[in-house]
């Protein structure tokens, strides 16, 4: 009732103002922190039936049915002995007691932690034990972490006769009737790295107070993603964590910057908030995530294998809800996601908890007229029902402004979870509705001298001025009649709305079943302007502007072909997995399957060109007054569904505690039928496939293809000891085309092979007071892969030429903190890479449009290094705090890329950095001020794409006109949160 009448004040407070609504937050929060004591805890009901199982793993089991949480050092309590336990619907507290009490264990309980320790027969006690009468002394202190704040549940290991203890809710811990001597003592607890202290006992009791250090690289803590959950330095596999306080130091521009966290990812984010590139351990692609999927809370986001449109980035961001993510680079992501042999990023949101939490952030952009508000509240309604619900939305002119407002729109997520009341799982309802349009920021032109940089031409600088016409709208009448309407100012806007649930249960047989499905409708606009060339004035052809008044140009002055690109793309998904898991004996095992339902209707899809003026602010050119303001070129269509059925089965072996042996398999069954569009008839009245896309589509061909694919991988993890671990893996995954390839309308079946993907890879971790390290070295291989080329053309808009080639690469991934004082922390991070191409040829006669520009010509890119990919790519980061104030610095530093296969063209490697403060007024108020691209370095990300390919450099003059794009310039930001 009191909790009913709690949850009235709030929403009686939500028609006010938003600050009641914190307020009576805060004041629930209050309210709930003293709800649920120790009786409570110990008088649920619970049962279990398990034979021969390790206790570790019996107190795992139980811990599933409770709303507390075990703490116990395996170690004391002796964890690998094999009990025999069957109850039905008993009370906590009887099981315990009949369970521990022959293996001589005892337990207390602090709040919602049940605390399991020897029976005191060695002089080990809790601080409230009545002190052993031997005359001996007694060894006591505090566990503090480094803001000093006290650290309850902390295993405490002393080498006198196995002594161990767990620290109470004040941190405290204390070893009794200990003789002189010197001892070791060890501390451990998740989240923080362990450490050893020598000390001494000499004549008299001993204080020893000890400060954990964060766990920085987080070895200790549990992972979720790619199997069952286990800590990161039992696990052999890439893994990185970054937890929602990294994300805000860090401060992404956007969800794609935020990547550049995770080693063995190459990351271009220079499209603003438009779709980024990710480069996964040198495998090729002309950008896009080819090989790089994208999770929300364990589902896909999009199927894998994607360039820029559809561009997962535009699926989801990155906000406020986002507890922590988790990347698994390498072999076992072909398990966790179906055609993902580089990466998968699982983006975990917060899903409630016992007390009342929140944010709330206001940011602004100082440089550029931004305005976001972001926003996470969660809790609990009642014992049973947790809630989570936050997002944001902001408006922004851009960093580099295009006239009009660049991004705007936000989203709202929430889910909802009700635990069973017999602890054995919950089923969770979740939502998001995403409304926002951004900006994507595409090449723009700089006179070439050669050096690769990005130097000024007398009327435009490419860095700090954007290339967009300010005059956006147009209007085109189909040959069907229909009058359709853009305004390239709405640029990419994206409208989705998804809704799911899930449900995890577990069996009085161990049995852990876990449903996960989701339904996603997606609505996305594009209307951009793609610069195709930059020509000079003839200085005798008279232009106008589209209100009809003459333009006034002169000779010298130069023009821009631009191809302005429309598409309407809609997709429905559907995704529904069911797992199963259960611990055997030494097996921790998982199978189960699911399927991908992603149905396209993209269209229609039409290229225009049109001239405008190359500078800022740029007005698009017609040559009367009359004339017709845009030209329209093409018409596309992407028609199809794509189901992919998926089966896999994993085994999590422990061999012994030092020795785990994981095995995984997965088998696609992928079918896509849709309809292709082709262009003209051949004589004998066969389609003809070689046809440059037009304005009319001749038919389609209709076509259902159906492929199965396999992944397995095999991993070994030795732990040296609880601070070190040695581990390899080798796997075999796959590449598979997607409906993009099927729809092309040159497509060719007997160049769509197999694409198989080998991947070995070995790595070290390591953790230990001050100091964390993850490193790892890999060798991969790609056959077939789809390398299609986009070609601009002015006639005829962009068209595709169809390439296919292999690739190897070896690399070196390294991640390691070192916290240099008590307020100084130091984060290296990095990639070493060689990516080369073993087999790639592109011949132009798939395309006659090509033709016409490049001739009939075949063009050979093999033992060539795979263009954008830098050799080393690294990150070195400090934080420091003190007393209120937090400093962040990161320093980058890229080494030189190619900018087409053809590696005619190099970039020079480069430094960027940023910067960032922050200082906490109270502790829940906090602002913070900071710096993207601190020294405003001028540099080119990107060549020209789609032309530097076929271009021989020795013949470019200096002063010719060079597509590229750059680093955005430099930035400034504020922010100001409230926390509770």
């Known amino acids: ?97 009949e369970t521990l009490k022959p293996l001589d264990l005892t337990y207390r309980v602090t709040e919602n ?127 990185t964590t970054i937890n929602n306080k990294d994300i805000q130091t860090r401060a992404p521009l956007n969800s794609t910057d935020l990547l550049k966290a995770i080693p063995g990812l190459t990351v271009e984010s220079t499209g603003g908030d438009g779709p980024g590139n990710v480069w996964v351990r040198g495998f090729p692609q002309q950008g896009g995530y080819i090989f790089l999927g994208i999770m929300e809370d364990g589902l896909p986001v999009l199927p894998t294998g994607y360039n820029s449109l559809p561009s997962v980035d535009q699926y989801y961001k990155t906000d406020l809800t986002i507890r922590n993510i988790e990347a698994v680079r390498g072999g076992n992501a072909s398990i966790v ?30 440089s550029q007229g931004l305005y976001r508000l972001d926003g996470n509240v969660g809790g609990k309604v009642n014992s049973n029902i947790r809630y989570n619900i936050g997002g944001f939305y902001r408006t922004d002119k851009g960093i580099v402004s295009p006239g009009y407002t660049a991004n705007q729109g936000g989203q709202l997520k929430g889910n909802m979870t009700y635990n069973f009341k017999n602890q054995k799982g919950f089923v969770r309802v979740y939502g998001k509705y995403l409304n926002d349009k951004v900006q994507w920021m595409l090449t723009s032109y700089y006179p070439y001298d050669g050096t690769g940089k990005p130097t000024k031409s007398s009327s435009f600088d490419m860095v700090n001025q954007s290339l967009a016409t300010i005059d956006t709208k147009f209007s085109y009448k189909s040959a069907d009649g229909v009058t359709r309407n853009y305004d390239m100012s709405d640029g990419i806007h994206t409208k989705q709305g998804s809704g799911g649930f899930q449900f995890n ?70 995704i529904d997995y069911i797992d199963f898991k259960r611990n055997m004996n030494n097996h921790s095992l998982t199978f189960g399957g699911g399927i991908h339902q992603y149905n396209r209707n993209d269209g229609p899809n039409y290229n225009f060109s049109y001239v405008q003026e190359f500078k800022e602010r740029a007005r698009r050119l017609i040559t009367s007054p009359t004339a017709a303001q845009i030209t329209p070129l093409t018409l596309a269509t992407v028609i199809g569904n794509t189901r992919t059925v998926s089966a896999y089965a994993s085994d999590e072996i422990t061999l012994n505690p030092k020795w785990r042996l994981d095995l995984g398999a997965r088998v696609d069954n992928q079918n896509v039928d849709g309809k292709r569009p082709f262009y003209a008839y051949k004589a004998d009245g066969t389609p003809d496939y070689t046809k440059a896309s037009t304005l009319i589509i001749a038919d389609y061909t209709k076509y259902s293809i159906t492929t199965t694919n396999w992944a397995a991988t095999a991993g070994l993890n030795y732990k040296i000891n609880n601070q070190a671990a040695l581990f390899a893996r080798a796997t075999r995954a796959y590449n598979a085309p997607n409906i993009a390839d099927y729809n092309a309308t040159a497509y060719d079946p007997a160049k769509i092979k197999k694409r198989p993907v080998y991947l070995a890879e070995i790595g070290y971790k390591y953790a230990k007071n001050n100091f964390s390290l993850f490193a790892s070295g890999s060798y991969s291989a790609i056959k077939n892969v789809s390398l299609s080329i986009t070609v601009p053309t002015v006639s005829s808009g962009n068209q595709t030429l169809l390439a296919f080639g292999s690739t190897r690469t070896f690399s070196a991934e390294f991640e390691a903190s070192y916290k240099i004082t008590k307020s100084l922390n130091l984060r290296l991070t990095g990639t070493i890479q060689d990516s080369k191409y073993t087999d790639y040829s592109a011949s132009t006669n798939t395309n006659s449009a090509i033709v016409a520009i490049l001739g009939d010509t075949t063009y050979s890119f093999t033992g060539k290094r795979t263009e954008r990919v830098p050799v080393l790519n690294t990150e070195l980061s400090a934080t420091y705090d003190y007393k209120k104030f937090n400093i962040y610095l990161a320093g980058s530093y890229i080494g030189s890329r190619f900018t087409a296969p053809s590696d005619s063209y190099k970039l020079p490697a480069y430094a960027l950095m940023k910067g960032g403060a922050g200082y906490s007024f109270t502790k829940n108020i906090n602002a913070r001020f900071w710096v993207d691209n601190l020294l405003n370095a001028r540099v080119l990300t990107e060549g020209d794409v789609r032309g530097d390919q076929f271009r021989n450099f020795a013949a470019v003059e200096k002063g010719t006109m060079m597509a590229g794009r750059t680093l955005l310039p430099r930035s400034f930001w504020l922010s100001l949160a409230y926390e509770f």
């Not at 599933?64 to 009990?83: T, W």
């Not at 079943?513 to 610069?531: D, E, K, L, S």
């Open 337 to 366: 996601m179906a055609n993902t042999p580089g990466a998968v990023i699982n983006n975990l949101s917060y899903t409630g908890a016992e007390k009342t939490y929140g944010k709330f952030k206001a940011t602004t952009g100082l």
């Open 505 to 574: 249960y577990t069996t009085d047989q161990g049995w852990e079943i876990n449903n996960n499905f989701r339904y996603q409708h997606t609505n996305m606009n594009v209307t951009a302007g793609i610069p195709a060339s930059n020509v000079a004035y003839n200085g005798t052809t008279q232009y106008y502007y589209l209100d009809g008044t003459a333009a006034s140009l002169k000779a010298g002055d130069r023009l821009v072909n631009v191809t302005g690109l429309t598409q309407q793309l809609k997709d429905v998904q559907i």
């Open 113 to 239: 932690l049940i605390i399991i320790s020897r029976t005191s027969k060695d002089g080990a006690q809790s601080l409230s034990s009545i002190k052993s009468k031997a005359p001996n002394y007694t060894v006591s202190g505090k566990i503090k972490d480094s803001k000093g704040e006290t650290l309850g549940g902390v295993t405490v290991l002393l080498n006198y006769k196995s002594n161990g203890v767990v620290t109470d809710i004040n941190g405290a811990f204390s070893f009794v009737d200990i003789p002189e001597g010197s001892y070791t003592l060890t501390i451990s607890s998740i989240g923080f790295t362990s450490v050893k202290k020598e000390i001494q006992v000499i004549g008299g009791d001993l204080q020893v107070d000890v400060e954990l250090k964060d766990d920085v690289l987080q070895l200790q803590e549990i992972v979720v993603t790619g199997g069952n959950p286990k800590k990161k330095i039992e696990s052999s596999v890439a893994i």
């Open 1 to 97: 009732m009191k909790e009913a009448c709690n949850f009235q004040v709030i929403l009686r407070a939500m028609r006010i103002s938003l600050y009641q609504v914190i307020i009576a937050i805060w004041a629930l929060g209050n309210a709930n922190a003293t709800e649920g004591n120790a009786q409570t805890l110990l008088s649920k009901k619970i049962s279990v039936n398990l034979n021969n199982k390790e206790v570790e793993n019996v107190l795992q089991n139980i811990e599933k049915q409770i709303s507390g949480k075990f703490v116990f050092s395996s170690k004391i309590i002796r964890g690998e002995r094999k009990i025999n336990i069957s109850v039905k619907d008993q009370p906590l507290y009887k099981v315990l007691d």
